[in-house]
């Protein structure tokens, strides 16, 4: 294989997902039709990802409960939940990884905690946001149990310490987790990065800055562009070749859901340690590669493994956000934070 043909097939294939991740994410079990966009229930099926843009209807606002400013709603889980992509997402870079704290209570206004905040008529004092971006399951086990990651993630370049979290969840009525794509998202990088001796360094790192979030003609120029500019070696070409077309990352899936099968069931019984009254949120998954038949397989079965909990827990609810919008970045678009916030208002217990 010579270089300009793969480089071109590399290009295409990233054209196909930059111009495919702004859809709906893919989901096991469908919502009823009101809370689809119209347009997408009745040309698409539930399962099959439909390319829509920012302007497609959002899912109507849901009727929040009573407001009850004594409650506390905490949110757990990664940089979907922090809002990294929206303009006001707080941090500052520490010497490994970033601190995240200032985000806690002062997270960006059109996150879905901010929005399920206000719903429920709490202040920032009673809606704290505990999104930390890179965060696995594994990594939340970790917190749960000390507030402290024991080591640096090194595949993530993340270590956190925050051992007011554990108080902020002692408090909680409702505490709200949504982690897990990292398992797979982290160490797909990671080894696209080995693949190609970490040439591919400086494109990953503008893919998931948000600098590409929205979809546009010059957008899809510039990821050509970092593409073309690998220059990558027969070797390089040929383990990159086996990473996407070969199987491995149908490995990295698997390892991703095997791990996710271990830590979730112990953040469950975890939360509930630490309170044993508080109502607990299993927000669905968002599929950020719907092109890739391994991370739809995947997706489907985090969904499963998160349904499948909050039916053997009690006070246990589980989320669906089949109609969840994402941006270039993998994160949700405004309106899929809206979306997301509205259906967990809709869970919430009044």
């Keep these: 294989m010579n270089h300009p043909r793969f480089a071109a097939w590399l290009c295409s294939a990233a054209a196909l997902v930059l111009l495919a991740v702004p859809a709906f994410a893919q989901q096991p079990d469908a919502l009823p039709p009101e809370d689809a966009p119209a347009a997408q229930v009745q040309t698409a099926p539930a399962d099959v990802p439909s390319p829509t843009a920012e302007t497609a209807q959002p899912a109507p606002d849901a009727e929040p409960p009573a407001a009850d400013p004594q409650r506390t709603y905490v949110a757990l889980g990664d940089s979907i939940v922090s809002g990294v992509g929206l303009p006001d997402f707080k941090y500052t870079e520490a010497a490994i990884g970033m601190d995240v704290a200032a985000n806690f209570e002062g997270y960006p206004e059109q996150c879905y905690v901010s929005l399920v905040g206000k719903g429920l008529g709490l202040d920032r004092q009673h809606a704290i946001d505990l999104g930390l971006p890179g965060l696995t399951t594994g990594d939340l086990v970790d917190m749960l149990r000390t507030g402290a990651m024991p080591q640096m993630n ?120 630490l309170n044993p009254d508080a109502q607990i949120i299993l927000v669905g998954y968002t599929n950020p590669v719907p092109l890739l038949p391994e991370w739809t397989q995947l997706f489907r079965r985090l969904n499963a493994l998160g349904k499948s909990l909050a039916a053997q827990n009690e006070n246990v609810t589980y989320v669906p956000i089949p109609f969840a919008m994402t941006a270039t970045d993998a994160h949700p678009t405004v309106s899929g934070h809206k979306y997301i916030a509205n259906r967990i208002l809709r869970a919430v217990k009044k």
């Design 154 to 273: 090194q595949q993530a370049g993340t270590y956190y310490v925050y051992p007011q979290m554990l108080d902020y969840i002692r408090r909680a009525d409702i505490i709200s987790v949504q982690v897990g794509s990292n398992d797979a998202l982290v160490p797909a990088l990671v080894a696209l990065g080995n693949a190609t001796n970490w040439k591919s360094e400086q494109l990953v790192a503008t893919l998931v800055s948000g600098v590409l979030r929205t979809p546009s003609f010059e957008n899809l120029q510039r990821l050509n562009s970092g593409l073309s500019r690998l220059r990558l070696t027969r070797e390089e070409r040929k383990a990159t070749t086996q990473l996407l077309l070969g199987g491995g990352t149908d490995a990295i899936c698997e390892q991703a859901y095997q791990d996710a099968a271990v830590n979730m069931p112990q953040v469950v019984a975890q939360l509930r340690a």
